[in-house]
């Protein structure tokens, strides 16, 4: 397809940090890239050959130097990229900490789900443009001027949404961000596809170097950092002499400097930045564009193919064995009393495992049957999603009057450490399994694919154990006659009443165990039905489609 360049790079979020706030695992799925450098390198031959012209002039000047003002560039808007993501993932710590129900928080996890599906949309973003103005341009340009203005907005109405009498606004602050969210993953496949005309063939490796480290950055900034500076207790201690009662920055603030960030920067690369200097590169855009129809014509034609579609199916149902222990178990701990922002600094010493471990497990997945790292990797993360609940409930019983002690974020630590272990031992295979039996006629748009419904793997199981923590949850009342806890309702009256609800089984462990269960049912009936999929024929993967 002449335009899969499109649709070939990666999921953002779901590009998060390791997060040891413990986020749904989709949420971090922001992390993962789809395509690596070399996947990026063979979907750009095409596009690059029609540009060979432009292409001699920059090679005059050899190496990175005569292109460094693009690679910047591409770095600065995939930091801007990560901003909303990291500000998205903070949210939930929050809301926690304001008590909201778990069912709110379930609701809240959709903003997690665009940078998913952004597959469903990518072939229009490559198709409609006004070519005058540029390709990319026609959709980064307004994308980041709406992700200002709702910033914008966001700063001026966050803290009576967060604050109101009833509680947090969750659903209006879903909404915002599902559309900063939405936004961020529309500029993320403008973003990709320039990147790919904007450097040379020799420089272009760069450009997924640019997007896994600007993203980062930018979910830094918007999650850890700004968890750190809002954080009255972080910030006395570490921060001043002499004590405050709030953060050195607030949410309102720090929405609205990023907001006129995104205003200025977009402005001046609308001005400045011309994306299309020369007739020959207006020609082949123009090639490009054929085919909006035939892409999704040949994503079905993918999907209905016997081999991907059970394979599809188990992609869809693995991660539910993790899903209690990778999206509630961040939220209980800051429940038992550990701060937010000391959970997201925890991230920072996780980012040299998460560099080292891809490099580590690659050369065990580099041979005929990568799955099997991921079916032997499968069991030992259900081990870690029991030790997770374990350590919920043994945090309460640790914290002491000026906190938690320094032993007790050494074996957080550790735990988590163990657990991106068995994480990137899992996704590493899969991703390479994905790279072996894709399509090379069409690997862009195959390989998207499989790393699209990957990812939904990990959305849909986070938002529903998000969404069962309160039904499975038994509560009673203590201190007030004939008054029960079933419902807000009743609660309300329980300590009308001079009662209190007291919570006699709390759904997070029953959904512990119940996930492991899951998990080990599937591990033993249909992880090698998985396993066995390495012994299909390469024709099996072949997608037969009229040209």
């Known amino acids: 397809m ?121 072939p229009l973003v490559d198709a409609l443009y006004f070519s005058r103005f540029g390709r990319r341009k026609s959709w980064l340009v307004p ?14 109405t966050v803290d009576s ?23 961020a993953a529309t500029q993320d496949i403008a973003v990709d596809g320039w990147a790919l005309t904007m450097l040379s063939r020799e420089n272009v490796g760069y450009a997924s170097t640019c997007n896994s480290v600007g993203q980062t950055a930018g979910y830094f900034l918007g999650n850890v950092l700004f968890l750190a500076l809002e954080s009255a207790d972080f910030c006395n201690k570490y921060l001043r002499v002499e004590p405050k009662d709030t953060g050195i920055v607030t949410l309102s603030d720090f929405l609205f400097f990023w907001g006129v960030v995104f205003l200025v920067s ?132 640790v914290k002491q009057e000026g906190g938690f002690p320094v032993y007790y974020y050494a074996i957080v630590l550790l735990s988590y450490a163990l657990h991106q272990v068995a994480l990137y031992s899992m996704y590493v295979a899969c991703m390479a399994f994905h790279a072996k039996v894709s399509d090379p006629l069409i690997g862009g748009t195959y390989m998207t694919l499989l790393n699209t419904v990957t990812n939904l793997g990990g959305n849909w199981p986070s938002t529903v154990a998000l969404w069962m923590v309160d039904p499975l949850t038994s509560k009673e009342c203590q201190g007030a006659v004939g008054q029960s806890c079933g419902s807000p309702e009743e609660s309300g009256l329980c300590v009308k009443e001079g009662g209190a609800c007291v919570t006699t089984l709390d759904g997070y462990y029953v959904e512990s165990v119940v996930c492991v269960v899951i998990g080990v049912t599937w591990w033993v009936w249909l992880g090698k039905k998985m396993r066995r999929l390495q012994e299909q024929s390469p024709a099996a993967w072949r997608c037969r489609i009229d040209q």
Not at 77 to 91: D, K, M, R, T
Not at 267 to 295: C, D, F, P, Y
């Open 2 to 122: 002449e335009h899969s360049d499109l649709i070939t790079h990666k999921n953002g979020r779901q590009r998060k940090l390791a997060g040891a706030t413990l986020q749904p695992e989709n949420a971090r799925d922001m992390d993962r890239g789809e395509t690596s450098s070399s996947d990026v390198e063979e979907e750009t031959e095409g596009v690059i050959r029609g540009l060979d012209s432009e292409d001699r002039r920059r090679r005059v000047q050899p190496g990175i130097r005569g292109e460094l003002a693009n690679v910047l560039l591409l770095l600065f808007l995939y930091v801007l990229q990560g901003i909303p993501l990291g500000l998205a993932g903070s949210i939930p710590l929050i809301l926690q900490s304001q008590k909201v129900s778990y069912k709110d928080q379930a609701f809240f996890s959709f903003v997690f789900w665009p940078f998913s599906l952004k597959l469903l949309w990518a």
């Open 143 to 156: 994308t980041q001027y709406l992700l200002g203005l709702f910033m914008l907005y966001l700063s001026v």
């Open 161 to 183: 949404l967060l604050q109101s009498e009833g509680g947090p606004e969750v659903a209006t602050l879903t909404a915002v961000f599902f559309m900063l969210a939405f936004l």
């Open 266 to 397: 977009t402005t001046l690369v609308a001005i400045i930045k011309r994306e299309n200097q020369h007739s020959k590169g207006k020609r082949r855009v123009h090639e490009e564009t054929q085919g909006v129809m035939e892409t999704y014509k040949l994503l079905f034609s993918i999907i209905k193919m016997p081999t991907v579609f059970t394979f599809c199916v188990l992609l869809l149902t693995a991660k539910v064995g993790f899903s209690a222990a990778d999206s509630v178990t961040g939220l209980k701990l800051v429940e038992a009393g550990v701060p937010k922002e000391q959970l997201a600094l925890l991230a920072v010493p996780m980012v040299p495992l998460q560099i080292l471990l891809p490099l580590i497990i690659s050369k065990y997945t580099a041979g005929p049957r990568p799955l099997d790292v991921f079916y032997k990797a499968f069991p030992f993360r259900l081990l870690i999603g029991l030790e997770y609940a374990l350590l919920v409930w043994w945090t309460p019983s």
